[in-house]
């Protein structure tokens, strides 16, 4: 039997114990704080770091997808490592099988773990409150989000939703967005953990690195990233 290991962001904690659950799986996990999303050059590094401590793996499955490149570069020094081939993990809950998500434009997301993220734009919005005052902090979220329209709340089926709807709700209130509710999925975690490894997947020998091209892109492609750091 394979020895794998998953490494695996925070913010997915909900919809990956929930593929845990429906696949039996009993990979260990080392899960990586969302704190290191805003930054893709120290995401790359932890991840790094973390791929060069683990032993005796014969995988390693990544519970991220490209996330703005934070994860091009990683050298699989100790393992193989199996990535999904999506954008990053918005990308991976809203996907069908068989079908490339397409992102609605203009729009932030949201899930229960990027609203209780440390770096959640709930939060950050509280802390430029503290620092600046309301009138400054509208300012500078009308600024800082004057390319988004809408506010997407995910029901990845890994949560209750209803319960994460008035805080949406207050989101969107204070940042000016229009709140939407769409359906996500857990597939790609399930697929993750069970295999078949095959188009949906970069994988990357043990000895290789982590290029854009393993992902379908080049390096002209741009990244969305839905972090806002202040």
């Given at each position: 039997?394979?020895?794998?290991?998953?490494?695996?962001?925070?913010?997915?904690?909900?919809?990956?114990?929930?593929?845990?659950?429906?696949?039996?799986?009993?990979?260990?996990?080392?899960?990586?704080?969302?704190?290191?999303?805003?930054?893709?050059?120290?995401?790359?590094?932890?991840?790094?770091?973390?791929?060069?401590?683990?032993?005796?793996?014969?995988?390693?499955?990544?519970?991220?997808?490209?996330?703005?490149?934070?994860?091009?570069?990683?050298?699989?020094?100790?393992?193989?490592?199996?990535?999904?081939?999506?954008?990053?993990?918005?990308?991976?809950?809203?996907?069908?099988?068989?079908?490339?998500?397409?992102?609605?434009?203009?729009?932030?997301?949201?899930?229960?773990?990027?609203?209780?993220?440390?770096?959640?734009?709930?939060?950050?919005?509280?802390?430029?409150?503290?620092?600046?005052?309301?009138?400054?902090?509208?300012?500078?979220?009308?600024?800082?989000?004057?390319?988004?329209?809408?506010?997407?709340?995910?029901?990845?089926?890994?949560?209750?939703?209803?319960?994460?709807?008035?805080?949406?709700?207050?989101?969107?209130?204070?940042?000016?967005?229009?709140?939407l509710l769409e359906k996500g999925d857990i597939w790609?975690?399930?697929?993750?953990?069970?295999?078949?490894?095959?188009?949906?997947?970069?994988?990357?020998?043990?000895?290789?690195?982590?290029?854009?091209?393993?992902?379908?892109?080049?390096?002209?492609?741009?990244?969305?990233?839905?972090?806002?750091?202040?």
């Amino acid at each position: 039997m394979l020895n794998n290991v998953v490494i695996a962001c925070h913010t997915l904690s909900d919809e990956l114990n929930l593929a845990y659950a429906l696949t039996n799986c009993t990979y260990p996990v080392i899960w990586i704080d969302s704190e290191y999303h805003s930054d893709p050059n120290k995401l790359r590094k932890k991840l790094q770091e973390t791929v060069d401590s683990v032993k005796d793996a014969d995988n390693l499955l990544f519970a991220y997808g490209c996330c703005g490149n934070g994860l091009v570069g990683i050298h699989a020094s100790t393992a193989n490592l199996i990535i999904p081939k999506t954008e990053d993990c918005i990308s991976m809950v809203m996907s069908k099988p068989g079908e490339k998500y397409e992102r609605v434009k203009e729009t932030y997301f949201l899930t229960k773990g990027w609203i209780e993220s440390s770096k959640s734009i709930s939060k950050e919005f509280e802390n430029a409150l503290k620092k600046y005052g309301l009138k400054k902090t509208k300012m500078i979220f009308e600024i800082m989000l004057k390319n988004y329209k809408y506010l997407m709340l995910i029901d990845t089926g890994a949560y209750n939703v209803a319960e994460y709807i008035p805080k949406a709700e207050e989101i969107a209130r204070m940042t000016s967005l229009k709140l939407l509710l769409e359906k996500g999925d857990i597939w790609f975690l399930i697929k993750l953990l069970k295999g078949p490894y095959d188009e949906d997947f970069c994988v990357v020998k043990k000895g290789e690195k982590v290029t854009v091209e393993h992902f379908g892109f080049t390096d002209k492609d741009s990244f969305h990233q839905d972090s806002i750091i202040l």
